[in-house]
Structure formats: structure tokens, C-alpha cells
């Protein structure tokens, strides 16, 4: 199987801020990899898949980029609704799997 | 606009069964693979099980930790998805999300939630 790791585990920061977070993978996914944010009590939501691509209605500060086993999740200037945690999945292999998350959070 | 509602959820003792639902709405369900995906509490999200289309002869895949315990079935004439689980554990406990798409994972219920425990 696949295994994906995320950091930071955590990140603390202010409105405005540039924000990168980082997704790595025991081997290639290159190129199906996405990006899902999820808020408390809530469903997560696509953000970015095979690696780069902005899904329909998700706004443009946020960026997808990398390949093969090191991809980042960009937010170029967070937002109060930016405020969530972050989750990158393959989607290379079965089984699909997920990072362990990266909560982004007030600084 | 797509909607994707689960139920079947509650309490359920260690070595019990439970039979998850999925109605969708709002897109042409027979044409798409169908995913279930599960969270513990306080915890990541995990993906369980995938169904494909007719097209591709209702094959399953399924995550190593419900093989054997867990399957998925899809009804397209009631445009609905299934998740029968059987020999419950207590790590079964979870909110499960029903989920589909053109890419991946476009779409997502709201969730029903299971909790094995005596």
C-alpha cells in the first residue's frame, strides 16, 4: 500500500498569510493526487485533484503543485474561512489513501 | 444540484451487523463509481470501499481493514448505494460518508454515524 504523510501536523497563522503545506508518498502517485479541506462537523470538500487542478467554484488563492512522491497545497493569502484542516489523498491504487491531515489555525 | 443522503447509522454491539444507505440525487448515478469513506472520531479520514459502474461490471475494491466483513452494493434502478458490515469491532466506530464524482471524491454526504460498543 501506499503510504502518505502531511506536515506540518499543525500550522498557526494570520490572515493574509502565504501558507504551503506538504504531502508526501512512499512511492510515485503522480498525477492522481488531491486536496480536500474539511471544518468541523462538516463533509470534506475537493479543492484540488490530479495534483493541480482547481475544482469548479474553490478560489483561486489556493494552488496545488509537485509530483511524483512530494506535492504541496498553497494558500497565497489565508483567509478567515481558509481556517480548517487540510487532508491529501491518492487515488494511483487501491487502496486509495489519505494523509493524516494538516489543521491550520489561528495565530 | 447533486445531493447524496446516508442512513442506517446507530448503535450496534461488537459482532453485529448494520446495513448503510445512499440515495443520490442530482446527477445520473448509474454512470458513476460509488465510494464509501469513514471517520473515527477526532480522527482522519479513511476510504473503505469503491463500487464502478455497469459498465465495468459493479467490481469492488475494498480496504484491507473490512475485507471479508464489509461489502458494497449499489441498487441503479433506486439510485442508491449500499454498505453491508458485518463482525463489527469496536474500530468500526465511526461517521460514514457516502462519496462520487467525475474526479474524485467531487461529491459528499453529510454522513451517518456508527458506534460498535457493548
Known amino acids: 500500500d501506499i503510504q502518505m504523510t502531511q506536515s506540518p501536523s499543525t500550522l498557526s497563522a494570520s490572515v493574509g498569510d502565504r501558507v504551503i503545506i506538504t504531502c508526501r508518498a512512499s512511492?510515485?502517485?503522480?498525477?492522481?493526487l488531491a486536496w480536500f479541506q474539511q471544518k468541523p462537523g462538516k463533509a470534506p470538500r475537493l479543492l484540488i485533484y490530479k495534483a493541480s487542478n482547481l475544482e469548479t467554484g474553490v478560489p483561486s488563492r489556493f494552488s496545488g503543485g509537485g509530483s511524483g512522491t512530494e506535492f504541496t497545497l498553497t494558500i497565497s493569502s489565508l483567509q478567515p474561512d481558509d481556517f480548517a484542516t487540510y487532508y491529501c489523498q491518492h487515488y494511483l491504487s487501491y487502496p486509495f489513501t489519505f494523509g493524516p491531515g494538516t489543521k491550520v489555525d489561528i495565530k | 444540484e447533486v445531493h447524496l443522503v446516508e442512513s442506517g447509522g446507530g448503535l450496534v454491539q461488537p459482532g453485529g451487523s448494520l446495513r448503510l444507505s445512499c440515495e443520490a440525487s442530482g446527477f445520473t448515478f448509474s454512470d458513476r463509481y460509488m465510494d464509501w469513506v469513514r471517520q473515527a472520531p477526532g480522527k482522519g479520514l479513511e476510504w473503505i470501499a469503491r463500487i464502478r459502474n455497469k459498465a465495468n461490471r459493479y467490481t469492488t475494491e475494498y480496504a484491507a481493514s473490512v475485507t471479508g466483513r464489509f461489502t458494497i452494493s449499489r441498487d441503479d434502478s433506486k439510485n442508491s448505494l449500499y454498505l453491508q458490515m458485518n463482525s463489527l469491532k469496536t474500530e468500526d466506530t465511526a461517521l460514514y460518508y457516502c462519496?462520487?464524482?467525475?474526479?474524485?471524491?467531487?461529491?459528499w454526504g453529510q454522513g451517518t454515524l456508527v458506534t460498535v460498543s457493548s
Open positions: 462519496s462520487s464524482g467525475t474526479k474524485i471524491h467531487d461529491y
Open positions: 512511492r510515485s502517485v503522480s498525477p492522481q
